[in-house]
């Protein structure tokens, strides 16, 4: 059972296969939980875990909740532009922000100017002609929507603010007889013109991750074709547009990335976090837990948390002592959980409960809770 392919594919309001072909109303499904990922460790350790807690703040009215950024002091919570909750970090309260158009999983999230939320992308990856173009904005402070479209419709790309500009990467495309390619499209939004202008990528990626570090793009990772991976990382200047380059030793496909002191951790489906100079781009590979379902970078406390989809240990890493703690948490975490840490606060939100097998695959159930990690 290959539990990505299912997340890529699933859609809230209307249930498909593996291969995206809708999946009748009336079919009896049994519901299949997903089991506990056994545990790893790529390295000799005799340290005590660290116990961490998870405190639930509160249960999301829709599950599959695959995003989750900051903006103006809130947390939203989202998986497209028509399901959309916020959790008010000073006065712990949630609200909706009015949907925005019909159901559509949207691939990529971020936030320009401090209020405005940008929604991009989505799709199924076998039907490119359900390809998304639209951008979904929706301002904070004004509490309303507009719209624009990226130069192609993409899914599996990743979104990036610099400044005044929006950047939108990557992802898959479809050809001219509706093949699916992978992209190399950067679209670029200037928030203070409305404009949009386009760029390239050198090496064409889907599903990768994009950080920003003093004005540079560092896209990471990815995939280059259906069971193709990337071990590259393109660094971008916004201002100049000057490229560099550099390539992981270990670590390939799907990773994510945070920054902290100049440094970039990235980690993905291994038990590598590399730790990469954001200026010279010299890197070190760190060995900590295995991961088989990916990872999600985080920093909280100066210290870089590595926490593992499917697992209830995750890696603490201290870059000034240069020292590993492996944190334990009581529950495993979620696949395809949204994962944020805010103001040195970890938030965890839905992910994947169970899966109801069908002939070609199965249906996910999804999670609405949302917790508070603590260490």
Same mark, same amino acid.
């Given at each position: ?89 000073? &006065? ?58 990226? &130069? ?224």
């Amino acid at each position: 059972m290959v539990l990505v392919t299912i997340l890529q594919v699933a859609c809230k309001k209307e249930a498909r296969d593996l291969q995206g072909i809708p999946i009748s109303d009336s079919d009896t499904l049994p519901v299949e939980v997903i089991p506990p990922e056994p545990v790893v460790y790529c390295s000799a350790s005799n340290q005590a875990p660290v116990n961490a807690t998870l405190e639930k703040i509160g249960q999301l009215s829709g599950g599959s909740i695959a995003m989750a950024v900051e903006v103006s002091g809130k947390i939203v919570f989202s998986k497209s532009a028509s399901m959309i909750e916020m959790y008010d970090i000073n &006065s712990k309260s949630w609200s909706a922000i009015p949907t925005h158009g019909a159901y559509i999983d949207r691939d990529a999230i971020t936030v320009a100017n401090e209020n405005k939320l940008f929604f991009a992308g989505g799709g199924y990856f076998w039907f490119p002609d359900e390809y998304n173009s639209v951008v979904s904005i929706y301002d904070v402070s004004t509490n309303t929507w507009s719209e624009t479209n990226l &130069s192609k419709p993409r899914m599996g790309l990743a979104a990036v603010t610099v400044g005044n500009k929006v950047l939108f990467s990557g992802g898959y495309e479809a050809t001219n007889d509706y093949d699916i390619r992978v992209s190399k499209v950067i679209d670029v939004y200037d928030v203070s013109t409305n404009e949009w202008s386009v760029d390239s990528l050198q090496e064409g990626r889907a599903f990768h991750d994009a950080v920003e570090v003093n004005g540079k793009v560092y896209f990471a990772g990815g995939e280059n074709s259906y069971q193709g991976r990337v071990n590259t990382v393109e660094v971008y200047d916004v201002v100049t547009h000057d490229r560099n380059y550099t390539s992981f030793t270990g670590l390939t496909g799907r990773v994510s990335g945070n920054s902290s002191n100049g440094e970039i951790f990235w980690a993905g489906n291994s038990c590598i976090t590399a730790a990469m100079n954001a200026d010279d781009l010299s890197m070190e590979n760190l060995y900590g837990i295995q991961a088989n379902n990916g990872s999600k970078v985080v920093v909280k406390d100066g210290k870089v948390l590595v926490l593992k989809y499917g697992l209830n240990v995750f890696d603490i890493y201290d870059p000034q002592q240069k020292t590993w703690h492996v944190g334990k948490l009581p529950v495993p975490i979620r696949l395809s959980a949204a994962i944020i840490s805010v103001n040195n606060v970890v938030y965890i939100a839905g992910g994947l409960i169970s899966c109801s097998p069908i002939p070609n695959g199965c249906i996910p159930v999804y999670s609405g809770e949302v917790f508070r990690l603590e260490l």
